[in-house]
């Protein structure tokens, strides 16, 4: 928890990691916050982005490389 504003250490099953809040006083962790919001909303606003009509049209494991079409169908 945290990333969407910069904070570079992660939480661990037995030991949480409290959330610094005063990273948002920085305005490039504040900028990444604001992008993570603009991609949320994004996402809700577009079903294209979350439907499960997907059709694979090419893959390449060897080259990480993965093609698909999503669809509102």
């Known amino acids: 928890m945290g990333e969407e504003f910069g904070q570079s250490s992660r ?3 037995n030991q949480p ?3 610094q809040w005063s990273l948002l006083t920085n305005q490039p ?3 990444l ?3 993570y919001k603009h ?3 994004l996402r809700q606003n577009l ?3 979350y439907t499960e009509n997907i059709e694979f049209s090419h893959e390449n494991p ?3 490389v ?3 079409y999503r669809s509102l169908r």
């Open 39 to 41: 991609m949320m909303r």
């Open 33 to 35: 916050l604001e992008y």
């Open 11 to 13: 939480q661990t099953p």
């Open 29 to 31: 962790n504040h900028e």
């Open 17 to 19: 990691n409290k959330l």
């Open 66 to 68: 993965l093609a698909y």
């Open 47 to 49: 079903p294209a982005l």
């Open 62 to 64: 060897a080259a990480k």
